[in-house]
């Protein structure tokens, strides 16, 4: 379990949510989300993924430059599409992705927005608007 997994877990019991861990969702290919929650008939499915800065190699013998360098939309999509891979058909069931940020980029609710529905752009006189990534749905 790492750090993320050990924090979440920990705000769970705090909240008296009752929940399972390694859920597994796919049988064929032995994959599993880390926690199924339940209340009442409720079910929900999430997984926990963590956000670290990169550490860029410097080049042969010169150790490694630890680094901010994270692009948090890709990062996050990247997340959204590991998870949506565990499933060999769509889950029946909510399904949650909980990322943790420990890099030193701040994340916010743009930043999230723009990972889940794409880029903004400003077009002259109409204002703003999103540009969906159909890779997104695969």
Known sequence: ???????FEEYLKEQGIIFSRNFLVNSKNKKNVDFRLTKGQQVIL?????VKD??????PGAGKLGGGN?????HIRGDIKKLR????NPPTVSL?????NFSSNFFTA?????ALMGEIENEKGSGLRL????????
């Open 1 to 7: 379990m790492n750090q993320s997994e050990s924090l």
């Open 46 to 50: 999430c997984d926990v993924k963590e």
């Open 110 to 114: 743009l930043t999230v927005a723009r």
């Open 85 to 88: 891979q565990k499933f060999e």
């Open 70 to 74: 994270i692009t948090a939309q890709d």
């Open 96 to 100: 949650m992705l909980v990322s943790i």
């Open 54 to 59: 990169s550490e860029i190699k410097l080049g």
């Open 131 to 138: 540009c969906n990534y159909p890779d997104m749905n695969n």
